[in-house]
């Protein structure tokens, strides 16, 4: 897995569902329906502001995002104006928990989550980005039951961490096209997607 620099200028990031699931559109004009279907994850495009040295950070970024293709990467989601706090360390509280329901604990007293507050939940070392569904308030001990914007993908077991300071998104760097510019002016500009594997 390799490991995106930091780049605190991202001049955009972009997440999008990789969603699984359709609308079931009858033949006969009745009521449509939603055909859910499990799996759905994220893709984050990410555009980049130019890199003012290809010999510094240029051909650096250039050759972990090749790697990335084949080898997978990790990059930390941009929190933009967003002060997630002081969280704590939450962890998963209980294992066999399934659908969008999550219990956690061992965080920060009275610790408020937002809505739409990016995190990633770390199970056997792979990372799974989501987002809290909806504002929920952690009790005097830590402990908390959050919502989650999508259904969990695996069944996390008691005590798997949550991140919620430096989320990071991980998958393969994607496209049809992968390519960047390098300008006259020695500047490298940069933008690429990262999809979810699992």
């Avoid at 004009?29 to 240029?58: C, H, I």
Wanted: proline letters at 7%; charged letters at 20%.
């Amino acid at each position: 897995m390799i490991i995106l620099p930091t780049w605190p200028g991202a001049r955009k990031a972009m997440p999008r569902v990789l969603d699984f699931g359709g609308i079931l559109q009858p033949d006969s004009g009745a009521e449509t329906q939603r055909l859910n279907k499990l799996g759905n994850r994220y893709g984050v495009a990410f555009e980049m502001p130019p890199l003012k040295s290809n010999a510094d950070e240029g051909m650096k970024w250039v050759n972990r995002l090749v790697r990335g293709q084949r080898e997978g990467a990790r990059m930390e989601y941009p929190l933009l104006d967003f002060d997630p706090g002081t969280p704590g360390s939450f962890v998963v509280n209980g294992s066999g928990q399934a659908g969008t329901v999550l219990n956690i604990d061992g965080g920060a007293p009275f610790y408020q989550f937002k809505e739409g507050q990016p995190f990633h939940l770390s199970i056997g070392g792979h990372l799974y980005f989501d987002f809290i569904a909806s504002d929920v308030t952690a009790n005097g001990s830590g402990a908390a039951t959050i919502t989650l914007t999508q259904m969990l993908r695996k069944p996390p077991i008691d005590g798997d961490a949550l991140e919620f300071v430096q989320p990071c998104i991980e998958g393969w760097v994607v496209g049809d096209q992968l390519g960047w510019e390098l300008a006259l002016e020695r500047n490298i500009g940069l933008s690429f997607e990262i999809h979810e594997a699992r």
